[in-house]
């Protein structure tokens, strides 16, 4: 499987270039393309975070603050 960085397609291995806009494969390498694929993981991973610990934090807020109100 090959990988069109212009027009973010994969296409076959066979083919010396990409049918779309005919740039070769030269243009993008399979290491490159692993790369990628580990950044769009680590973005998922920190949003994923985000989505878990902002929430986690108001919690702990209201909570700190219910706990202060029926103490005082
Ligand atoms: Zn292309």
Redesign the pocket.
């Known amino acids: 499987m090959k990988f ?1 960085r ?2 973010r ?1 994969f296409y076959s291995s066979q083919a010396a270039a ?6 070769s494969y030269e243009a993008a390498k399979e290491s490159e393309i692993a790369e990628g694929e580990a950044d769009k993981r680590s973005v998922r991973r920190d949003w994923l975070w985000l989505a878990i610990g902002v929430p986690l934090f108001i919690g702990l807020i209201y909570l700190l603050i219910v706990l202060f109100k029926s103490i005082g």
């Open positions: 069109c212009k027009c397609i990409c049918p779309k806009c005919g740039v």
